[in-house]
T-cell receptor, first 116, second 111 residues
Framework: NAGVMQNPRHLVRRRGQEARLRCSPM?????VYWYRQLPEEGLKFMVYLQKENIIDESGMPKERFSAEFPKEGPSILRIQQVVRGDSAAYFCASSPQSLGSNYGYTFGSGTRLTVV | DAKTTQPTSMDCAEGRAANLPCNHSTISGNEYVYWYRQIHSQGPQYIIHGLKNNETNEMASLIITEDRKSSTLILPHATLRDTAVYYCIVIGGGGAQKLVFGQGTRLTINP
C-alpha cells in the first residue's frame, strides 16, 4: 500500500516562473492537506481539500498561490511568479476521514522548492 | 482546538527510555491527543494517538492522565535514530479538521 506520494522531490525555479507541486494521497483517502516549512522554521498549515472542494484555505497566501484536488488525479499546489521567499519544503498529508481514524494523517516526503 | 505546551528541548541517553511530556489543560471531552515527529527534514511521521486510555504500539506508548490535562509519550529504548522534533497535537473528534503544529520538543539522543 503506497504512502502519500509527492513529486517532484526537488524543484528549482527561476524568479517569476511557475511551480507546480503534486500530491497523490494514499489509496482510499479523500482528504488532502498542504503544509509549508521555511528553512529553520516549523510546519505551517496552508490548505485543506476534499475531492473537488477547498475546505479551509486559511493558511494560503492571498496572492500567487492556489490549490486543487480534482475528481481524478493528484492534488496540485500551484505557485505563480515565484519569488526567493517561496523557497521552502512543501509537505502534503492525507487522511481517510477527518478524525477518530486509526490511521492518523499520513505525510509525504515533501517537495523542496528552490527559487534562484 | 486546545493548545499544547511542550518543553523546547530534551536529551536522553541511547538505550534509555525517553519520556516526552505535553500539557493540554484546556482539552475538551471529544478531543484526541496525537503525536508526530519530524526527523531532520523528512515528512512528519505519525507515532501514536489516544482519547482517554493509555495506548501502546510498536513505536511508543502514550500515557494520558485521568483528567486528560496532560500526557507523556514514552520511547522505551531510545536509539540515535529517534533524534527528532516531537509534536503533541490536540484535535477535535468531529467535522473537518487540520493538524496545527506548534514548536514541538527537540529530542536529542546521545550515545
Amino acid at each position: 500500500n503506497a504512502g502519500v506520494m509527492q513529486n517532484p522531490r526537488h524543484l528549482v525555479r527561476r524568479r517569476g516562473q511557475e511551480a507546480r507541486l503534486r500530491c497523490s494521497p494514499m489509496k482510499g483517502h479523500s482528504h488532502v492537506y498542504w503544509y509549508r516549512q521555511l528553512p529553520e522554521e516549523g510546519l505551517k498549515f496552508m490548505v485543506y481539500l476534499q475531492k473537488e472542494n477547498i475546505i479551509d484555505e486559511s493558511g494560503m497566501p492571498k496572492e500567487r498561490f492556489s490549490a486543487e484536488f480534482p475528481k481524478e488525479g493528484p492534488s496540485i499546489l500551484r505557485i505563480q511568479q515565484v519569488v526567493r521567499g517561496d523557497s521552502a519544503a512543501y509537505f502534503c498529508a492525507s487522511s481517510p476521514q477527518s478524525l477518530g481514524s486509526n490511521y492518523g494523517y499520513t505525510f509525504g516526503s515533501g517537495t523542496r522548492l528552490t527559487v534562484v | 482546538d486546545a493548545k499544547t505546551t511542550q518543553p523546547t528541548s530534551m536529551d536522553c541517553a541511547e538505550g534509555r527510555a525517553a519520556n516526552l511530556p505535553c500539557n493540554h489543560s484546556t482539552i475538551s471531552g471529544n478531543e484526541y491527543v496525537y503525536w508526530y515527529r519530524q526527523i531532520h527534514s523528512q515528512g512528519p511521521q505519525y507515532i501514536i494517538h489516544g482519547l482517554k486510555n493509555n495506548e501502546t504500539n510498536e513505536m511508543a506508548s502514550l500515557i494520558i492522565t485521568e483528567d486528560r490535562k496532560s500526557s507523556t509519550l514514552i520511547l522505551p529504548h531510545a536509539t540515535l535514530r529517534d533524534t527528532a522534533v516531537y509534536y503533541c497535537i490536540v484535535i477535535g473528534g468531529g467535522g473537518a479538521q487540520k493538524l496545527v503544529f506548534g514548536q514541538g520538543t527537540r529530542l536529542t539522543i546521545n550515545p
